[in-house]
């Protein structure tokens, strides 16, 4: 079967670092997709990974390893404002999404 | 990036009655469109996926005569839902994708509340 797997929850520290894993298996294999997700509002688009390897965007940073089916975000010099949900999704044979059921992420003082 | 307009953002309906909630993508052809539903804490879940001019396709466990999705134009979907009943309260999401893309691109959200 198709299963995405992150954890429920973290906590971090404003200014810290944070690694936000994920795990899938699919029926086949078109990339990765992580999304921030505050609470009440849609998802928002972060990183998209389909190559093995880390993509840096700005303070996020996502990583690819295909062959042991896993990803993580990556979250820098965090901010109160990153509080929200990370959703992981990895994207089928068909092109369909799958996705994980989040990670909420709270930022402390 | 690509804009989907989703509308309303909030309502509220009496049980028993259908609300339509539009999904507009704004400056791209919406090939592909997806209806998703999410319960408080949990994650998105598919509901079905519809391609211009054709029929839908839903998710298992999905009703397809309450939960109707028209797909008419490349740049218009709508799901209504119909005879809403309080357990379908949810926020329902919307996401476009063009042909040829992988990025589907999200609108705001519904949130239905049934009383």
């Known amino acids: 079967g198709q299963n995405i797997d992150q954890p429920t929850e973290m906590t971090a520290t404003e200014g810290a670092i944070v690694q936000i894993n994920c795990t899938y298996q699919t029926s086949g294999f078109n990339g990765l997709f992580w999304y921030q997700q505050h609470a009440g509002e849609a998802p928002t688009f972060l990183s998209y990974n389909v190559l093995d390897g880390l993509e840096e965007k700005g303070r996020f940073s996502s990583f690819l390893s295909r062959s042991k089916g896993y990803s993580y975000l990556l979250l820098k010099e965090l901010q109160m404002k990153d509080s929200a949900s990370y959703l992981c999704?990895?994207?089928?044979?068909?092109?369909?999404?799958?996705w994980g059921a989040g990670t909420k992420l709270i930022i402390k003082p | 990036g690509a804009v989907v307009s989703q509308h309303p953002s909030r309502v509220i309906c009496k049980s028993g009655t259908s609300v339509k909630i539009e999904c507009r993508s704004l400056d791209f052809q919406a090939t592909t469109m997806f209806w998703y539903r999410q319960f408080p804490k949990q994650s998105l879940m598919l509901m079905a996926t519809s391609n211009e001019g054709s029929k839908a396709t839903y998710e298992q466990g999905v009703e397809k005569d309450k939960f109707l999705i028209n797909h008419a134009s490349l740049t218009l979907s709508t799901l209504t839902v119909t005879s809403a009943h309080p357990e379908d309260s949810s926020f329902y999401i919307c996401?476009?994708?063009?042909?040829?893309?992988?990025?589907?691109?999200f609108g705001q959200g519904t949130r239905l509340t049934v009383v």
């Open positions: 999704a990895a994207m089928d044979s068909n092109y369909q999404l799958i």
């Open positions: 996401s476009a994708r063009d042909k040829g893309d992988t990025e589907a691109f």
